[in-house]
């Protein structure tokens, strides 16, 4: 089974997805990655051209060929929830974790990656701060219903969160996984 990693952007799931492949001796993924390396652009140029429509599209397609991968460690963009097929998908093909960090933790380091601001749009016409609040408040509710662990990633350091995550993988998906 997949080890899913869901949360809002700046939660820290790819910074997660590598500290668990290196601890799980599995693959790791990122479906905002695998869609712009299938696209040849970024996230922020599919929006500009396709709109958001068209980007969620293109990522249920990208979560498709994922979960029909090997076992892997995948973190998912943060809206992926959004799309009731993705949601079915991660429930049916793997275990997955919550990463949650408070709206001002997200803020700060969201600002603090200068990537982030080049690959990835704005969702709404609101301040950042905002939009973070308004969107949680939206997908926090789908983040809970596929996720079986939910892990505050502004309380402790990831590479503690990825010890406690590797244990509760192996007990919890009954997988002979080396460590």
Same mark, same amino acid.
């Given at each position: 089974m997949h080890l899913y990693l869901v949360g809002y952007r700046g939660s820290g799931k790819t910074t997660l997805a590598k500290l668990l492949s290196?601890?799980?001796?599995?693959?790791? @993924? *990122?479906?905002?990655? #695998?869609?712009?390396?299938?696209?040849?652009?970024?996230?922020?140029?599919? @929006? *500009?051209?396709?709109? #958001?429509?068209?980007?969620?599209?293109r990522e249920v397609a990208a979560v498709e060929r994922l979960s029909q991968l090997p076992t892997a460690i995948i973190a998912l963009g943060g809206g992926a929830i959004l799309r009731p097929k993705n949601r079915q998908t991660i429930q049916r093909t793997g275990c997955c974790v919550w990463l949650n960090a408070q709206p001002e933790e997200l803020a700060k380091r969201i600002h603090g990656d200068v990537l982030t601001a080049q690959r990835r749009p704005a969702l709404t016409g609101l301040s950042s701060f905002e939009e973070i609040v308004s969107l949680l408040a939206r997908r926090e509710p789908l983040y809970q219903e596929v996720s079986q662990l939910k892990v505050e990633t502004d309380r402790e350091p990831l590479h503690d969160i990825a010890k406690r995550v590797a244990i509760w993988y192996q007990q919890r998906c009954n997988e002979e996984v080396p460590t």
């Amino acid at each position: 089974m997949h080890l899913y990693l869901v949360g809002y952007r700046g939660s820290g799931k790819t910074t997660l997805a590598k500290l668990l492949s290196d601890q799980l001796g599995l693959p790791w @993924f *990122d479906s905002d990655i #695998e869609v712009e390396k299938k696209e040849g652009v970024t996230i922020r140029e599919i @929006f *500009d051209k396709h709109g #958001e429509t068209g980007f969620r599209d293109r990522e249920v397609a990208a979560v498709e060929r994922l979960s029909q991968l090997p076992t892997a460690i995948i973190a998912l963009g943060g809206g992926a929830i959004l799309r009731p097929k993705n949601r079915q998908t991660i429930q049916r093909t793997g275990c997955c974790v919550w990463l949650n960090a408070q709206p001002e933790e997200l803020a700060k380091r969201i600002h603090g990656d200068v990537l982030t601001a080049q690959r990835r749009p704005a969702l709404t016409g609101l301040s950042s701060f905002e939009e973070i609040v308004s969107l949680l408040a939206r997908r926090e509710p789908l983040y809970q219903e596929v996720s079986q662990l939910k892990v505050e990633t502004d309380r402790e350091p990831l590479h503690d969160i990825a010890k406690r995550v590797a244990i509760w993988y192996q007990q919890r998906c009954n997988e002979e996984v080396p460590t």
